[in-house]
């Protein structure tokens, strides 16, 4: 229910959840009215709908930023690896 203050002066939004570097789930601290980033950049209102497609693009951010991480750490390993070789003597 939207609230007095907010009929007067309009929501005021403040991040509750960022979802991935560009979307983002907003709430009123008057009224607690729910908002998310669009997939224009704008605002909508967070229906169900919008939670659900929040929820999904969330697990992708999320794998990707551990593949990411998986990624590093082999390169970390493979460095070592290298260093490894160099240090072996070559008898030529
Ligand atoms: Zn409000």
Request: hydrophobic fraction near 30%; glycine fraction near 4%; charge should be positive.
């Amino acid at each position: 229910m939207k609230s007095i203050y907010c009929s007067f002066f309009g929501h005021q939004f403040k991040v509750s959840k960022k979802v991935t570097y560009h979307v983002k789930e907003y709430k009123c601290t008057h009224c607690s009215a729910q908002m998310t980033t669009n997939g224009k950049g704008g605002l909508t209102p967070l229906t169900p709908k919008f939670k659900e497609i929040n929820s999904v693009l969330e697990r992708i951010h999320n794998n990707r930023m551990s593949k990411k991480q998986l990624i590093q750490e082999r390169k970390f390993v493979v460095k070592k690896d290298e260093q490894l070789i160099s240090f072996i003597p070559h008898f030529s």
